[in-house]
């Protein structure tokens, strides 16, 4: 005779309990290390304003270009504001500069007059301070701080 047990069937139950924290845990590790990256690049576009057909164009609406040229010793051997060869007089340069933005305080924000400065590899840096004191402003008689341009910007070096 064949005898039967019977076997009560027991139910296995997953503790969830265990994987929840597990998942927290998860959730809180990349939250934690989750680095926020701004956008390369300056996606912002400024458009011209519409003007008259017959207006001449103002010279400080593009940027103005500064180009130093050195020698082989890192010494200065020239400049050009927009293709005016200056030589290496940086009065020179301020005086033109005054030209063409004039003495008047420059508007904030993004509408002021902008200089991009183009170097050869090897010039030295002290040069490159002198044009950024000479296009940026300077005292007058009465020693109070004339502001010519705020916001420059630098052309890749030139090998």
């Known amino acids: 005779m064949r005898m039967r047990h019977e076997v009560e069937h027991e139910k296995n139950e997953l503790n969830m309990t265990s994987m929840i924290d597990i998942v927290f845990l998860l959730l809180v590790f990349f939250v934690m290390t989750f680095k ?14 519409a003007r008259d057909s017959n207006a001449t164009p103002d010279v400080t609406d593009l940027p103005l270009k500064l180009r130093l040229r050195a020698d082989n010793d890192g010494k ?4 050009s504001l927009n293709e005016i060869n200056l030589g290496t007089d940086f009065t020179k340069l301020r005086a033109n500069v005054i030209g063409l933005v004039g003495t008047d305080e420059p508007v904030e924000g993004d509408d002021g007059p902008e200089i991009e400065i183009d170097t050869d590899y090897n010039l030295r840096y002290a040069y490159v301070i002198q044009a950024i004191t000479s296009v940026s402003g300077y005292r007058d008689d009465t020693d109070q701080v004339v502001k010519l341009i ?3 910007k630098f052309a890749k070096p030139r090998r």
């Open 150 to 152: 705020e916001k420059i």
């Open 36 to 49: 926020i990256v701004e956008m390369e690049g300056d996606f912002t576009v400024r458009m011209p304003l």
């Open 76 to 79: 200065l051997t020239s400049m």
